[in-house]
């Protein structure tokens, strides 16, 4: 596992990899969560997100928008239209709004409604046949990670497939230790995440692992999991709070963006009384050439 200093170091890490490795090795380099313009608090277009990651090495990347699958539906949609298939494989994923903080869905076919409780959440990406991630979850500085009780059981009932151990924009290092202690301590496998809201933080971090096409086939090669990562600079988070304050007043302007349905969990009742409904073309953000 490497700790690079910069982005830099890393992704010459990530070059030099990619030339040793080869593809008898039967390798990947992957990335399981990223937020595309689907996410309030990311402007980040399909176009560039693909440009970035292609250009920089990554051959899986699994997009986690919060609280909807269409953002990766849309990227995925667009690396087939660009001819970019045999170069990059597109996980669909969600991070997810759940009562008590958020989890992270890969390998799923629609929506889940934000607001569940973790171990709701958790059941449904399962019955899905995807995998739960728990992103950052030791970090106080942001309000939205899982609680500590709800993560205590997910682990102890065997509901999560992996932990994030590395997280690119946790603030203090020692928050993704306590995460690595977490997943030593229930035998859960560790992978790094870049957390991307912007191009410029694609591939801070990647994961090489054997090769994989589906959910199970990943989860058995967690275990022979290599990351590598490179924490991203504090003042970086002002980008996603730019982001939002853009998304919201360009909503309030009557765009369509990713600032109005995606603003934080609805309480489980709502959820159970008004089950969620794939949203229609004039509930997604709309997209201009302008947008990074």
Not at 116 to 134: C, F, M, N, P
Request: net charge neutral.
């Amino acid at each position: 596992m490497t700790i690079a200093a910069t982005a830099t170091a890393l992704r010459t890490r990530l070059a030099k990899e990619r030339e040793t490795t080869g593809p008898a090795t039967k390798r990947v380099f992957a990335d399981f969560h990223i937020h595309t313009r689907f996410s309030r608090d990311s402007i980040l277009t399909e176009e560039r997100f693909i440009q970035a990651a292609v250009e920089r090495g990554l051959t899986h990347v699994a997009i986690t928008n919060h609280n909807n699958v269409e953002g990766a539906i849309a990227v995925r949609d667009k690396v087939a239209e660009m001819g970019l298939t045999e170069k990059l494989t597109v996980i669909l994923g969600e991070e997810v709004s759940t009562a008590d903080g958020e989890v992270v869905g890969l390998f799923l076919t629609k929506t889940i409604p934000r607001g569940l409780s973790a171990k709701e959440t958790a059941d449904e990406i399962h019955r899905q046949g995807g995998l739960v991630s728990i992103p950052h979850p030791f970090d106080p500085f942001r309000g939205s990670h899982i609680r500590g009780g709800p993560l205590r059981n997910l682990a102890e009932t065997a509901r999560i497939d992996c932990v994030e151990v590395f997280n690119c924009r946790i603030t203090l290092q020692r928050h993704n230790e306590e995460a690595v202690e977490f997943a030593k301590r229930y035998g859960i496998p560790g992978i790094a995440a870049s957390d991307s809201h912007s191009s410029f933080e694609v591939a801070m971090a990647f994961n090489t692992l054997p090769a994989f096409e589906t959910a199970e086939e990943l989860k058995a090669g967690l275990a022979d999991n290599e990351w590598h990562a490179s924490r991203t600079s504090i003042f970086l988070h002002a980008t996603t709070r730019w982001a939002v304050w853009k998304n919201m007043f360009d909503h309030w302007r009557g765009k369509r963006t990713a600032a109005g349905p995606i603003l934080g969990p609805a309480k489980p009742e709502q959820v159970q009384r008004e089950p969620v409904q794939r949203p229609t073309g004039a509930e997604l953000p709309a997209k201009e050439k302008s947008d990074e």
